[in-house]
């Protein structure tokens, strides 16, 4: 079982930044894909970037592509979503997900574990 904690929301104005954590728990996180995921009010989850076991490759929403980055401390159990030139379609509650393989995906549904989301809201 995997447990994980996303932290680092807030409120920001556009053009801002913000990084979110995710911490998970367990002895295995270097062997998961890790995704992040976000879910505005009235919409649907939406898939945001993932990355694999290795941090060797990553995959970007095309409407996060070159503002947002996801990197992993697999000797911390963290994996990160820097996000910068925030924009107010970019307010939504942020989910981080873990996939027991670990190759990357942007499929809500591979993934096996999910934490309780951080709210981000940036302002116009």
């Known amino acids: 079982q995997v447990q994980l904690v996303e932290s680092g929301g807030g409120l920001v104005q556009a053009g801002g930044s913000l990084r979110l954590s995710c911490a998970a728990s367990g002895r295995t996180f270097s062997s998961y894909a890790m995704g992040w995921f976000r879910q505005a009010p009235g919409k649907e989850r939406e898939f945001v970037a993932a990355?694999?076991?290795?941090?060797?490759?990553?995959y970007y929403a095309d409407s996060v592509k070159g503002r947002f980055t996801i990197s992993r401390d697999n000797a911390k159990n963290t994996v990160y979503l820097q996000m910068n030139s925030l924009k107010p379609e970019d307010t939504a509650v942020y989910y981080c997900?873990?996939?027991?393989?670990?190759?990357?995906?942007?499929?809500?549904?591979?993934?096996?574990?999910w934490g309780q989301g951080t709210q981000v809201t940036v302002s116009s």
């Open positions: 990355i694999s076991w290795s941090g060797g490759n990553t």
């Open positions: 997900a873990a996939r027991n393989s670990g190759i990357e995906t942007f499929r809500a549904y591979e993934y096996d574990y």
